[in-house]
DNA sequence: AACCTGACGAAGA
DNA sequence: TTCTTCGCCAGGT
């Protein structure tokens, strides 16, 4: 499991704890939002690697260009499934409109 | 210290 | 518009 001992990165479990149940983040986003806009690989790694010790809504964060990126049919599926679940809509092939989904928050100063 | 990993993303072809 | 390439970062070995 991963040990936490960037700021950055911090930032990025705390943000994603954040979000909102309904809503979804992309991994370049939460990546600016922790001040590291070319970081989003690092989400993604942590996401992969530590969502179940930090508990995370691992499921509402999806890529840039709107879509769920898991690699498995399954995992698709099921992620697609948490968040039908919310109220967030899924088209084909996993899009989902970031216009109406996407959490609009332009900083972190308030979590 | 060097190298590997990832559910990324922007830019080209 | 779809696919490939390449740069990015930080934690894990």
Known sequence: MICITSDFTRDVIKIIKNI???KV???GRIAKLASNPQAARQVSWLLHSSTKKYNLP???VI???????????DAREYQKHLLEKEGVVIRDNYKIDLKEFLWDIESIEHL
């Not at 890529?63 to 049919?73: A, D, E, V």
Request: aromatic letters at 16%; proline letters at 5%; a positive charge.
């Open 63 to 73: 890529n840039s260009l709107g879509k769920i990126s898991m690699k498995s049919f």
């Open 20 to 22: 909102p149940s309904g």
């Open 25 to 27: 983040l992309t991994y």
């Open 58 to 60: 691992w499921h509402r």
